[in-house]
């Protein structure tokens, strides 16, 4: 990924609502990004769009996406 | 270099509750309005709130707005202006019915009307017992808030400026404000917002704090810009610490769960709150739980290896009730502590989170600093609303849900002043002066050319952990001493601050630098006015401010009944009296008491 484009999915997961997101993303970008496919890479994107509350919400539930890679995602974001 | 610059009547700095409620205001009055936000509007700190907004409806039981005056003042520990307390309390009704009709989705009674909770601090018949005052949004209060303003702002043609962030206040030689530089981070620009009247509604700075139940984003950077530009900081010691977030997150556990018969306890097991409040215990207001807990931690009774919290323990309580009386605690306790709460107790700290000071302002929204003689006169074209301001309605100490009502009345107010305002005198914008974008020009280069310098993270946690041991929830005159001379090192090194990316585009760590200056400002006025105030009030408790018959609970009515006023401009001090007269003959000053609950 783009140094521009990866600072500015960093800036949105570094400065949320929710401080909840703020350290389980925060935490996420250190420990897990640099090893994700393309793919994940897309589908983590998606999740950061996301409403703080809806994002926070899918992540402590234990919905599993049908996507296989946000779930992937999701699983790894849940461990952080 | 030419500067790029936006003309607009209204400039407003920030786009939680409080921005969006002022620019709802002034844009709908059809004024050019923009509004800058360093993220996307509904991603504000607001959205975290979840207890509900303040209004005396009287929906499901008696109710007035004398009482709800009576519950602030005496929260605030006789430190609010009864003026701006008697304006908020009575328009309480109005905002919350407005916002109702913006769409906001409020909990119901079947009578079709708005349910309203009890929270604690509000009472009914002037402390006789608590009344149900707080309307909510089920748990997405804050959420709700936000989409409702924001969709309304579209419509009403608010122009904003999303992912900008304002760096210095524009003042011209009259000291009249004349907009802000803001920096786009997308490019890295820095460009000029020319406004008439530019409104300040950034938050609060809860990050000064190592531990915090604040969101990364609330670095005060209004706060901070005002203080830069010779606008005095009032009240900054007055911070209130809430008893349970989770230790090392900061995350926080709300209330309700010692409300559903959550049991604090200590390392050997003890529930300690029997000893400080024996008719309370566990749920005696924030402040006295705070400081039990503090207490237990200093003593030696703290649990965990460093001995450096208590804990909560709900493991009583069955699992079908934590699940449905405790939605997301279980899930936050996982997360962030690590453990289960129907199987082990939580990890929980005193921890920062809300600022009672900020930029002075009036009941109207309008900014005022002393003046020769005068001790509030307002800034000519500056406003400021919400947390980053102080009106003052909280005092020395906010009562919950407070808050939320302070966004939608001065924010509503700040922009009916401006609206009045250009109405009365219509005119052209002031010129800008030639050196409009210098400092913060200046600010960047520093940047960009130190070298051999500090590390922004390093000197963040520096600054957080001085707060945290010099100015937290109980303090010492000595440790205060000591965090005076403290903090003025940490900002000398923030001062030197190094960035390793030098990039224009998306540069993450200069913003996070420039953020840092903020922080610094308010970390320097909240640690210099707590070791001024050498008595209790509130959320400031020092431990040699003794409980005599003149000075109860070591309140000192006669020599410290009065604002702070903290100037950047070498660390100086001035005090203003308290406004103990209301607005209106409606209602008779609060006489001064002792705060007991
Ligand atoms: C966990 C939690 C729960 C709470 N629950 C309640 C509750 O139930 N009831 C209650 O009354 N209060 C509650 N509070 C307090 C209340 O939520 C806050 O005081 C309030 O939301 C602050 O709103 P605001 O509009 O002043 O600022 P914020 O919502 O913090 O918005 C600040 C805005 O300013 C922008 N900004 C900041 N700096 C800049 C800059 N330099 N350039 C551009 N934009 C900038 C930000 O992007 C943001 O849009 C709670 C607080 C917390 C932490």
Redesign the interface.
Known sequence: ME??EY??L???C???????L???L?RFLDQEFEKLTDEEVEAFKRMADM???ECWKL??SDQVPSDPHEAAVLAKVRKC | MTIPVHKYDVVIVGAGGAGLRAALQVAEAGLKTAVLS??FP???????AQGGVAASLGNVTEDNWHWHMYDTVKGSDWLGDQDAIEFMVKKANEVVVELEHFGMPFDRLDSGKIYQRPFGGHSQNYGEKPVNRSCAAAD?T??AMLHAMYQRNVKANTQFFV?WMALDLIRDEDGDVLGVTAME??TGEVHIFHAKATIFATGGAGRIYYS??????NTGDGVGMAARAGIPLEDMEFWQFHPTGVAG????ITEGVRGEGGILRNASGERFMERYAPNLKDLASRDVVSRSMVTEINEGRGCGPDKDHVLLDITHLSPETIMKRLP?IR??S???AGVDPIKAPIPVVPTCHYQMGGIPTNYKGQVIVPKGDEKSVPVGGFYAAGECACASVHGANRLGTNSLLDLLVFGKSSGETVVEDLKNNPRAHKPLPANAADVSLARIARLDNQKGGENVHEVRLAMQRTMQKHAGVFRFNDLLKAGVEEIKKVAERAKTTEINDK?K????AR?EALELDNLIEVAKATMISAEARKESRGAHVRDDALDTAETPAGRDDKNWLKHTLWYSEGNRLDYKPVNLQPMSADVESIALAKRTY
């Open positions: 140094r521009a600072e500015r960093r800036w949105r570094i400065r949320r609502g929710l401080l909840e703020d350290l389980k925060t409403d703080d509350l992540i402590v | 360093k993220v509904t991603r504000s700190h607001t959205v975290a997405r804050g959420h992912e981070m997308e915090s139940t604040n969101a990364f984003i997150a900061g995350v926080l997301g899930e936050i996982i997360q962030f990039s585009v998306w540069n993450t913003t």
